[in-house]
T-cell receptor, first 115, second 111 residues
């Protein structure tokens, strides 16, 4: 089982460049989300989606866009990269948004450096 | 704003020793989850605790949810090198739709 697949694994960007982090899941999960993980901080929610065509902002959405055209895919776009966006990004999916009774599956992460 | 404080931030012990890590908050959570994250990987769910005072065991790992549902602990008996990793706790608020994450405890078990 592939689970949650993220690409690329590593990326270096120059300030001002744009890029898209890809995320795909093969578990037919309705709920998908993007987090960033920074040293000494907990995972922070960027954007999430409760189904195809529906997205919403999380805790730290500024500088990022998402779309959900299919159940399987949930790409994260960095519009104009800034050094503050240097981080490890995780895509996650689960059957529903409800926490209890659900297992959240994470991808392996995408390491992004903005110089 | 709900916060989850994990302690210690870092722990390095010898194989065979016991250890406890903590996850504390001033807020009440409807449920609390523990994850383990290995280098270069995403977090993997270990357990979810829901009821105040609940204790769950996963082989040598024992998880406890505080009576007031504000804190939790993870105890590892006879730690092994395979237990090495970053242990994260995450709490679900009243809405049960969003998780609040702790910063994690980095655990190293030396052979």
């Amino acid at each position: 089982n592939a689970g949650v697949t993220q690409t690329p694994k590593f990326q270096v960007l120059k300030t001002g460049q744009s890029m898209t982090l890809q995320c795909a899941q093969d578990m037919n999960h309705e709920y998908m989300s993007w987090y960033r993980q920074d040293p000494g901080m907990g995972l922070r929610l960027i954007h999430y989606s409760v189904g195809a065509g529906i997205t919403d902002q999380g805790e730290v959405p500024n500088g990022y866009n998402v779309s959900r055209s299919t159940t399987e895919d949930f790409p994260l776009r960095l519009l104009s990269a800034a050094p503050s966006q240097t981080s490890v990004y995780f895509c996650a999916s689960s059957y529903s948004q409800r926490i209890s009774g659900n297992t959240i599956y994470f991808g392996e992460g995408s390491w992004l450096t903005v110089v | 704003t709900q916060l989850l404080e994990q302690s210690p931030q870092f722990l390095s012990i010898q194989e065979g020793e016991n250890l406890t890590v903590y996850c504390n908050s001033s807020s009440v959570f409807s449920s609390l989850q523990w994850y383990r994250q290995e280098p270069g990987e995403g977090p993997v769910l270990l357990v979810t605790v829901v009821t105040g005072g609940e204790v769950k065991k996963l082989k040598r790992l024992t998880f406890q949810f505080g009576d007031a549902r504000k804190d939790s602990s993870l105890h590892i008996t006879a730690a092994q090198p395979g237990d090495t990793g970053l242990y994260l706790c995450a709490g679900a608020g009243k809405s049960n739709y969003q998780l609040i994450w702790g910063a994690g405890t980095k655990l190293i078990i030396k052979p």
